[in-house]
């Protein structure tokens, strides 16, 4: 066969397909954080009162927690993607189980907080359950199944680590860890938005009146 017919080179972007595919997942859920963010910021603005009362039940310090756990997983998942790329299969087992410690602390704490929020009957369907709450399960809860959605295979890749011939695929490693530091990055936008913004606007408003 002519060379000028042989097809099995690189796409001409040089990306893998699977980060490409994921840069295009990325994109779609961003479209769906931006509506939540949208939608939530409109509402906010019609109804400060109501929204900065269900913001002052929030805790943040546990809301804090939650944001130092992930930052520190997405460190760890980089560490993970080093390592394999060096044939350290030793350390990558070692980074990649800190990774899934992190998501499955991040999922305990948010566990102790909607706790705290079925104790006070703040949770939909129940009697102090408010327009404010729809949007933070909503938000918070979507974030959460991301994070689940992403521990699976983190918990695939760990146990095959196991196995004689270890895991040996980096570029899968990397692309998942896109993954990661996506749902990370949306938590430090839920964070302040619902946790920290709406207190300090309301007594802005407060000021002005």
Not at 79 to 101: A, P, Q, V
Not at 143 to 159: D, E, K, Q, S
Not at 192 to 208: D, F, K, R, S, T
Request: aromatic share 20%; with cysteine; proline share 3%.
């Amino acid at each position: 066969m002519s060379s000028a017919l042989n097809l099995s080179h690189e796409p001409v972007t040089r990306v893998r397909h699977g980060k490409f595919a994921m840069w295009a997942f990325l994109a779609s859920e961003l479209m769906f954080f931006a509506g939540f963010f949208g939608t939530f910021i409109v509402l906010r603005n019609t109804n400060y009162a109501a929204f900065g009362e269900g913001s002052a039940q929030l805790s943040w310090p546990l809301a804090l927690v939650n944001t130092f756990i992930l930052i520190g997983s997405s460190l760890t998942m980089a560490m993970c993607i080093y390592h394999l790329e060096r044939g350290n299969n030793k350390l990558f087992r070692l980074f990649m189980g800190l990774t899934i410690m992190g998501g499955f602390g991040f999922l305990i704490v948010k566990y102790l907080e909607y706790s705290s929020k079925w104790e006070h009957g703040l949770f939909p369907g129940q009697e102090h359950h408010t327009l404010f709450f729809s949007f933070y399960f909503l938000m918070t809860g979507f974030h959460a199944l991301h994070v689940v959605g992403g521990m699976i295979p983190m918990a695939y890749m760990f146990f095959r680590s196991y196995t004689k011939r270890g895991y040996k695929h980096p570029g899968k490693v990397e692309t998942l860890g896109l993954y990661w530091h996506f749902v990370d990055l949306m938590w430090i936008f839920i964070f302040p938005a619902l946790y920290l913004m709406i207190p300090y606007a309301v007594a802005g408003a407060g000021a002005h009146h």
